[in-house]
């Protein structure tokens, strides 16, 4: 091969996706019907009645062009946020965001400061730009945010706080985090990742801060793929500063928001019972891993996200073991936690079947308490 490919590509890590259903089904001859994905953190009751209603009647336009500023999904998002469509700007998952923050401030010499076992998305796109990545040792599992603000150079450019944590599930204290958002210096991009901030009950609303004016280096971002289960449509968007937001515009590809997503977002974010619904059975779901692992003596970071990592030893073979159950769940080696497994929070049937697989493969007595 002789092209001169870009240098920076030579250190970008592979993302390693949770496994389709159907590649498992293939591989094990097993039927699709009989697996379970716990391995994505993914909504469980599917994706919400309401957009798959909307979808339904939005196909046959599929011809035409989705509207390229996305006019109506900003301002219903808008509204419910209370900010300006401005404020937002949409991306083709939330991942498409953190590229987009790439774009706009990311090239070689300049660095980028997440915590230890990080959301992995972070480093890929550090290193497509051929930024160094300055990695802070985790606390608890969680983000040490004094140590981070203290890894902050004149080389950086976006320091990335996911909060809830993925894959820890742990959550950082809401004063501490809003003393980082202020201390963070105004020429640094600090990214607040709320993927997963509709499973908590009383989430730190940092929303006011970005409709102060008083922090264009603050950007959040959230998505339709976690608690409105439309992980297969990628629609994700970012709160910003409205000079912010314009930047990544720029950015932007002018259709990254496909038609059937713009429609079924918009139809999502009316479901409140589809929303409230996954809400109490994260919950339940949640109190049912923390028990019954409790009962497996198998250690666990506390969670407040929808999946929970497990210390189960050999994560690989656990890993494997569970998979020719028909349990997919998620290994944690590229994580640098080789002994741990994250699961997705899932149905209660769905959650038992996986305790259950657990205990075989463990050789933990069934029915042990
Ligand atoms: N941030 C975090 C913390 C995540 O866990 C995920 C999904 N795994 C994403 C961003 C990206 O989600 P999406 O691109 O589907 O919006």
């Known amino acids: 091969m002789q092209l001169p490919f870009n240098p920076a590509l030579g250190k970008v890590p592979v993302y390693q996706p949770g496994r389709p259903i159907e590649e498992v089904a293939r591989e094990l001859g097993l039927p699709a019907e009989s697996i379970i994905k716990l391995a ?72 980028v400061v997440v915590s230890q076992y990080c959301f992995a998305v972070y480093p890929i796109v550090t290193r497509m730009f051929g930024a160094d990545l300055v990695t802070v040792p985790a606390k608890d599992y969680g983000h040490d945010l004094p140590a981070m603000l203290r890894a902050i150079t004149p ?54 801060l970005v409709k102060s004016g008083a ?35 720029k950015i932007r590809q002018p259709f990254n928001i496909n038609l059937p997503a713009q429609i079924a977002a918009m139809a999502a974010l009316d479901d409140e019972e589809h929303v409230r619904r996954t809400r109490e059975n994260n919950l339940r779901g949640l109190q049912f891993f923390a028990k019954e692992l409790k009962r497996m003596k198998l250690e666990q970071v506390p969670s407040a ?57 463990l050789d933990f007595p069934a029915g042990n308490n």
């Open 215 to 249: 922090h264009p280096n603050l950007l959040l971002m959230r998505t339709f793929s976690k608690i409105y289960g439309l992980a297969g449509l990628r629609v994700g968007y970012g709160i910003a500063h409205p000079e912010l937001a314009a930047i990544f515009e």
């Open 40 to 111: 994505s953190n993914e909504n469980p009751f599917g994706p919400s009645p309401k957009a798959l209603a909307a979808l339904q009647k939005a196909l046959a336009g599929l011809n035409l062009y989705p509207d390229g500023n996305a006019f109506y999904l900003k301002e219903k998002l808008a509204e419910k946020l209370g900010v300006k469509p401005a404020n937002l700007i949409l991306g083709n998952g939330s991942n498409e965001i953190i590229e987009f923050a790439g774009h706009a401030l990311l090239s070689p010499g300049t660095e």
């Open 155 to 208: 080389k950086t450019r976006i320091v990335f706080v996911a909060n809830p944590n993925n894959p820890t599930g742990t959550l950082v204290n809401r004063a501490e985090l809003l003393k980082f958002v202020k201390a963070v210096p105004p020429q640094v991009l600090v990214v607040i990742d709320e993927a997963y901030i509709e499973f908590l009950e009383e989430p730190a609303d940092l929303v006011p």
């Open 305 to 361: 996200a929808n999946f929970v990592l497990i210390r189960v030893g050999d994560g690989a073979r656990v890993f494997d073991e569970l998979q020719k159950r028909g349990v997919i769940v998620r290994p944690m080696a590229g994580y640098g936690l080789p002994e741990w497994l994250r699961i997705s929070v899932g149905t209660a049937g769905e959650n038992e079947r996986c305790v259950a697989a657990l205990k075989k493969v």
